[in-house]
């Protein structure tokens, strides 16, 4: 069934004009109506769950299941957990392909985070593949001369933000902890469709439009994504040898092909080569990156536990600070579009980012007071300022328990979202959550050997002061920048319930703690769940979705003291219900789908 990897040509030539400004986060849905076509060639019940998911229905599945932001890599996924692999195995098949097709989002010159449920033993674990800062990094890496923070994408764009990639290890060490499946072949369909050609989605032809600018700057990077200087457009069958040569070679000789030897030596020279902008990355750096494995942080809701990652992630630690500081209030009492439900939700979640801002960092650097963050008498503390009627008009961080403290100042990250999720659910019951990322769309634009290189140091605070006070993230050699990616798995009794993840910059914790609340308190399938309109409260501005019933809460929201944003808001929530059976959910904004047996 998953052997028809033959491409079907379509030579739509779709534009999507206006988008010079895009970022990945930000194309417009419309992008959504040639999906199809671009996706001809996956096999006909693939084709059925991305037309079931256009209907808003759930995929519903009996034994295994995967949600992914792009039907060719769901589809490699599904077929390794078909021929009876684990999770693990499946995700390094999906991880592969999205490293081809969505190229913007993820891939081997990035970071990611992975959460695990062993159903063998009921334990959660995480993985921490973050990408980190080269030991010839500086603090004052982002700064100009006078010490003031660069302007965010005179950072971005080439060598300077390119932080050493954890992604390839980490596919590794998940299948040498969780897998099954024979390592080589698990790189199989990525090949072949690198080798083939795979049909141009129209996310990615419009963010290639949208970014030509800075996409053009570097050779290579232009050459593959504008062969005779055209934009790639929908449809075009795109091939990418240099990339299947890559994967070849990883998988025959595992991430130590990626790690020393030739493939590093041109990353590094990629980056201090860097026209206009190099870094200081290292083969040093390259040879030494390792995954740390890290216990999960779990935080009670209703009844449930929510396990996500913890430092250098501030994901489920904001998420739980979100979702306990809600926890006294019965929020499935409660209208989900009454403006008062919305106060809550929204000054939740400016209390949580004001301690996110102070105190969360990579833990192996600073301290951070993870216990104390989430302890139920301080998340007591930060409800009880919830008890007015009126928004906050003053949110300021609060003073958990530390084990072992620091004074921090309120650091100033800019984060601009792309990002991809990978949810899935084996047939032995294992359930893996991970977000992906190179950072950016089209991370620091540098192209090496068929894949984009991250731009991951630009999540550290350029500042590394504010008032003589040092900031917790801050950069420092070797040290992993502070993330939002939030993969998720949700327990009860023990057992899974739901793996949800999205991609989003640090609109992930609000795009998932929301997914979570509509799903647990508002009984939401969990389609509607993810289709639902987001309106997501992080520095105080409320920000509304534009098209959706959100819009209908501004004046509401402003009357109660919050300043209102109407915007797009990109998610990519990708998520899997575990009850008597599998549901899966895929975002509508984007281009992914759930699909299982
Ligand atoms: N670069 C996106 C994140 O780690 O949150």
């Not at 993985?127 to 010839?136: C, H, I, K, N």
């Not at 003031?148 to 290890?169: I, M, Q």
């Not at 698990?186 to 800075?214: K, M, T, Y």
Request: some cysteine.
């Amino acid at each position: 069934m998953f052997r028809s990897i033959s491409i079907a040509l379509v030579l739509s030539t779709t534009a999507f004009p206006g988008l010079s400004q895009q970022t990945a986060d930000t194309v417009a849905p419309e992008a959504e109506a040639d999906a199809v076509s671009a996706f001809d060639g996956i096999s006909p019940e693939l084709q059925a769950s991305l037309a079931a998911k256009q209907d808003g229905v759930p995929a519903e599945a009996q034994t295994w299941m995967i949600a992914a932001a792009n039907p060719w890599a769901v589809q490699a996924g599904a077929r390794v957990l078909q021929n009876g692999g684990t999770a693990a195995d499946a995700m390094v098949a999906v991880q592969a392909t999205l490293g081809l097709v969505e190229p913007q989002s993820s891939g081997l010159g990035g970071g990611a985070f992975l959460v695990w449920y062993d159903a063998a033993t009921g334990a959660v674990t995480t993985l921490d593949g973050r990408e980190t800062a080269p030991l010839a990094a500086t603090p004052t890496l982002f700064q100009d001369a006078a010490g003031e923070p660069l302007k965010f994408f005179d950072a971005v764009v080439g060598g300077r933000s390119v932080g050493t990639p954890g992604t390839p290890r980490l596919m590794e060490t998940a299948h040498r902890m969780w897998g099954r499946a024979n390592w080589g072949s698990l790189f199989d369909d990525a090949i072949a469709l690198a080798e083939d050609g795979f049909p141009v989605s129209p996310r990615l032809a419009a963010l290639v439009e949208g970014d030509a600018d800075r996409l053009k700057r570097f050779p290579d990077t232009a050459g593959y994504f504008f062969p005779n200087d055209v934009p790639v457009q929908v449809g075009d069958l795109l091939i990418n040898e240099a990339y299947a040569d890559t994967l070849r070679q990883i998988a025959a000789d595992g991430s130590a092909a990626f790690y020393t030897g030739a493939i590093a030596e041109d990353i590094v020279s990629a980056v201090r080569t860097a026209s206009g902008n190099p870094g200081v990355l290292s083969t040093t750096d390259l040879a030494l990156y390792r995954v740390i494995e890290r216990p999960a942080v779990c935080v009670p809701y209703r009844n449930h536990d929510v396990c996500g990652m913890g430092p250098p992630s501030s994901g489920a630690l904001t998420i739980g600070q979100i979702l306990g500081t809600l926890e006294p209030f019965a929020l499935a009492d409660r209208d989900p579009m009454d403006p008062d439900t919305r106060r809550l939700i929204g000054d939740a979640s400016r209390l949580a980012f004001a301690d996110r801002g102070r105190y969360m960092a990579d833990s192996d650097y600073v301290p951070v007071p993870t216990k104390g963050l989430v302890a139920p008498d301080y998340l007591k503390t930060r409800s009880d300022l919830l008890n007015g009627d009126t928004a906050l008009e003053e949110v300021a961080p609060g003073e958990p328990e530390f084990d072992h403290a620091l004074i921090w100042a309120d650091d100033d990250s800019i984060e601009l979202p792309s990002t991809s999720h990978i949810s899935i659910v084996d047939a032995e019951g294992n359930a893996l959550s991970m977000t992906t990322t190179i950072e950016n769309g089209f991370g620091s634009r540098l192209f090496v050997r068929g894949f984009l290189l991250n731009n991951e140091l630009t999540d550290f605070s350029f500042r590394t002061h504010r008032n003589g006070v040092p900031i917790a993230n801050r950069l420092e050699p070797g040290k992993r920048p502070r993330s939002s990616m939030a993969p998720t798995i949700v327990l009860k009794d023990d057992a899974p319930v739901l793996v949800i993840g999205s991609p989003g910059g640090s609109r992930i914790i609000g795009y998932v703690a929301q997914s979570i609340i509509a799903h647990l308190d508002w009984g939401m399938d969990i389609q509607q769940a993810v289709s639902a309109p987001h309106l997501l409260n992080r520095f105080g501005t409320y920000d509304l979705e534009e098209g959706t019933d959100a819009e209908t809460l501004a004046e509401p929201l402003e009357a109660l003291g919050f300043k209102v944003n109407t915007r797009a808001l990109t998610s990519g929530l990708h998520a899997i219900a575990v009850g008597d059976t599998l549901r899966g959910g895929a975002d509508p904004r984007r281009e992914g789908i759930a699909f299982g047996k």
